[in-house]
């Protein structure tokens, strides 16, 4: 059984930074793609960030790119967000998700919540004004 487990959400100021940790376990697979996706009070789930273990493409959201990173332990089966200068808007539930299949090329992928197979029960981002 697939288990993700995030860690690092939190309270932060505008403009500050956090770091957000997802490890997974019982993959029978090698091919995946894994990353963030997150949700606000009201709002549909959208993309944040995946990355590839394929190749370690990786692709972002326009509302996010340039600010937020995301890199992988692929011996751990662990992916990070790193989020620097964050807005109120960033406010939201993150999910860490992963979608079995081999993945190449991530950053001409558009890959909606739909597509991904396994999710983890989220963490919170409080950004403050």
């Known amino acids: 059984e697939v288990q993700l487990v995030e860690s690092g959400g939190g309270l932060v100021q505008a403009g500050g930074s956090l770091r957000l940790s997802c490890s997974a376990s019982?993959?029978?697979?090698?091919?995946?793609?894994m990353g963030w996706f997150r949700q606000a009070p009201g709002q549909e789930r959208e993309r944040v960030s995946l990355?590839?273990?394929?190749?370690?493409?990786?692709n972002y959201g326009d509302s996010v790119k340039g600010r937020f990173t995301i890199t992988s332990d692929k011996a751990k089966n662990t992916v990070y967000l790193q989020m620097n200068s964050l807005k109120p808007e960033d406010t939201a539930i993150y999910y860490c998700?992963?979608?079995?299949?081999?993945?190449?090329?991530?950053?001409?992928?558009?890959?909606?919540?739909?597509?991904?197979?396994?999710w983890g029960e989220g963490t919170l981002v409080n950004v403050s004004s």
């Open positions: 998700a992963v979608a079995r299949g081999n993945f190449l090329g991530m950053e001409k992928i558009n890959m909606g919540h739909r597509f991904m197979n396994y």
């Open positions: 019982g993959f029978t697979f090698e091919n995946y793609a």
């Open positions: 990355i590839s273990s394929s190749d370690g493409s990786s």
